[in-house]
């Protein structure tokens, strides 16, 4: 089995995320790493391959995104994955989740993956949906928010919270799926790990190789624009305490709460 | 003609509220722009020509029918597609939740068109229709116009009010669909198990909500001395991070896959403010967090925040409520 891991570069947790007001998208600049959601999908896959029910051949990480984004790819690598694709081009700058999931599954369709593996959500676009954009161009059965993933013959026994409780669902192969924090610990790479990462081969390949439409990418082929951005209404900014000392703290809640007459 | 199309989520033979609020928005605004809304259900026998009329209520014009597989999303595109291709629908709209989420992104494939999600409000530009779509941890409003034939639009839950505009019968057009092989890949083994106790958190005038942060099930302890010492109508609510790891029974979950509630009290314990939970409780009368990260999302939409450790915090406010209510 062969099975592709999408990974993402996102700006890091502590980096203050804005809008560039010239550009109108995203500012993605300051300091990056892998999506954290992203671990969970490679360690789902290694947890695969080391299960043993299946014989995993490769695991291949996926990125697409500027040059920086080799970065995530060399995470990806340290946390298990045997070699990484990184599909680079300046026509993809500023596509859409349609265009960004269109050019992602051509990337994926030279592999042919029996199983495409993704982290539930990104970390900074606050997007879950990729997976199923994903899914439909490669013409595969998608499952997102996955908490439970089980080998069952040439099929994939999977759980997920959807609306109305817990459903398990099976899949057959091949098959794309997104997988929600809870249903792993990642691994903390190893030093040897980390310094061998950067010598396990990495491809970069652009919009041409993989066959993608230009018409279909970037800005001009992305079918949403977000031209306007404007403010939501103003919240009253609440009270803060800073615990410090835990009776007074409780003090203050407790004649807050009565203030309000909630006790 | 603008028509808009509503996949309409119905379980145990009744429909979704949040789909309900879809159809209202899409009969709303497709009025505004000179077209009708239509509605598409896929599932078994409990889809009767009588439940399926009662869309009308909400002001739908014809609705939908396919004999499909219930709670998996690409039969449910495999569909749209079929009707959009055949109809000409410029909109889609779907109302929260998750397979919303996942049809709209899927049909956005399919059909090459634009697709936003998370949106809290559509209006009319000219003859079009916008989406809005809060961003950046909910900071700024991001305006999505759309071009092409398609325009998707996929709600945040509890954005679009369930409103009766309407008073006669929805036409019911059945369609025979033919599923794509991707489709029939999947199958579904069980719906909708209800993992852990059946607990009532909707009814409740205080709820303390417990996340990660509360450490370990066990922790939970602490939550539930705390909704015992408010006494009478309180209880303990969980993110969907904990119910996931079993700490916690699903019927007590608030958020996109959960509850939606509004207490008079909601105090969060451990609980970092993901946009996915804070769609539950967003409308509760007051809200307070305990949190050890000053930069936690939830503090930007509290009344009161106390940025500490809870393992202190929560004892100790436990013994201050229950000498107050003995005194
Ligand atoms: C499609 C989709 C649907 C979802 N549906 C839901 C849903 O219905 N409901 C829901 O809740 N979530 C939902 N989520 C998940 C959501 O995105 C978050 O992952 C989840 O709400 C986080 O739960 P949490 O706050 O318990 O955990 P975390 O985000 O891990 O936060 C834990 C918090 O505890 C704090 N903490 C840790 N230790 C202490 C301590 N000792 N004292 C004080 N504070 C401490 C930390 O600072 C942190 O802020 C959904 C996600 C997706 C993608």
């Known amino acids: 089995m062969k099975i592709c891991v999408l990974v993402k570069e996102v700006p890091d947790a502590a980096v203050e995320k804005r809008i560039n007001a010239s550009t109108g998208r995203m500012d993605r600049s300051g300091e990056k790493n892998l999506n954290p959601y992203d671990t969970h999908a490679i360690e789902a896959a290694m947890q695969l391959r080391e299960g043993g029910l299946v014989q995993v051949d490769e695991i291949v990480a996926v990125t697409m995104g500027p040059e920086s984004a080799v970065r995530a790819l060399h995470k990806a690598v340290s946390l298990g994955a045997d070699r990484s694709v990184h599909l680079s081009d300046e026509t993809l700058a500023g596509s859409d989740v349609a265009a960004t999931g269109y050019a992602l599954a051509k990337a994926l369709e030279r592999e042919s993956p029996d199983l495409v593996l993704l982290g539930q959500q990104s970390d900074d676009g606050e997007c879950y949906t990729i997976g199923a954009v994903v899914a439909d161009h490669l013409r595969m059965p998608s499952l997102t928010q996955v908490v439970k993933l089980d080998v069952d013959g040439d099929a994939l026994r999977l759980e997920r919270q959807a609306e109305y409780g817990y459903d398990t669902v099976r899949v057959r192969l091949p098959a794309v799926i997104s997988v929600g924090d809870a249903i792993n610990e990642p691994r903390y790479p190893s030093l040897k790990a980390i310094m061998g990462a950067k010598k396990k081969p990495l491809e970069t390949v652009d919009a041409g190789a993989v066959g993608i439409d230009p018409a279909l990418v970037g800005a001009d082929g992305s079918r949403v624009q977000c031209g306007e951005f404007k403010d939501p209404p103003a919240k009253a900014a609440g009270q803060i305490i800073e615990d410090e000392n835990t009776d007074e703290t409780v003090e203050k809640i407790v004649a807050w709460l009565e203030e309000r007459k909630l006790i | ?327």
């Not at chain 2, 922790?219 to 609510?237: D, H, I, R, Y």
Request: with cysteine; hydrophobic share 45%; net charge negative.
């Open chain 2, 1 to 327: 003609m603008s028509d808009v199309l509503v996949y309409v989520l119905h379980y145990e033979g009744a429909f979704n509220k949040n789909s309900l609020g879809a159809v209202s928005e899409g009969v709303a605004r497709a009025a505004e722009v000179g077209g009708a809304c239509d509605a598409v259900v896929v599932g078994g026998t409990d889809l009767s020509d009588e439940l399926c009329r009662t869309l009308g209520r909400y002001g739908a014009r014809r609705v939908f029918r396919a004999e499909g597989p219930e709670g998996l999303a690409q039969p449910v595109v495999d569909v749209m597609d079929r009707v959009i291709a055949e109809h000409g629908h410029r909109y889609a709209i779907f109302g929260g939740g998750l397979l919303g989420f996942e049809i709209g992104a899927g049909l956005a494939a399919r059909r090459q068109a634009g697709v936003t999600m998370e949106v809290t409000a559509v209006r009319a530009d000219g003859d079009e229709l916008v989406a809005e779509r809060p961003i950046l941890g909910d900071s700024k409003i991001s305006v999505s116009h759309y071009r092409g034939g398609l325009g998707i639009i996929i709600g945040r839950i509890n954005a679009f009010e369930v409103r009766e505009s309407g008073s006669a019968d929805a036409e019911v057009v059945d369609v025979a669909v033919e599923y794509s092989p991707w489709s029939r890949q999947a199958e579904m083994v069980s719906r909708g198990e209800q993992r852990g106790a059946d607990v009532d958190i909707e009814g409740a005038d205080v709820l303390v909500a417990g996340g990660r942060g509360l450490g370990k099930a066990e922790g939970f302890e602490l939550a539930e001395a705390l909704a015992a010492a408010f006494g009478g109508n309180s209880a303990v609510a969980a993110t969907r991070a904990v119910v996931d790891a079993g700490w916690y029974p699903y019927a007590a979950q608030i958020g996109q896959t959960g509850k939606t509630v509004s207490p008079k009290l909601y105090l969060a314990a451990g609980i970092s403010g993901a946009i996915q939970h804070k769609v539950g409780m967003q409308s509760s009368e007051n809200i307070v967090a305990i949190n050890k990260d000053a930069n936690a999302p939830i503090f930007e939409f509290s009344d009161l925040g106390i940025v500490g450790d809870l393992n202190k915090i929560l004892p100790k406010l436990t013994e201050a409520i229950r000498a107050r209510k003995a005194g």
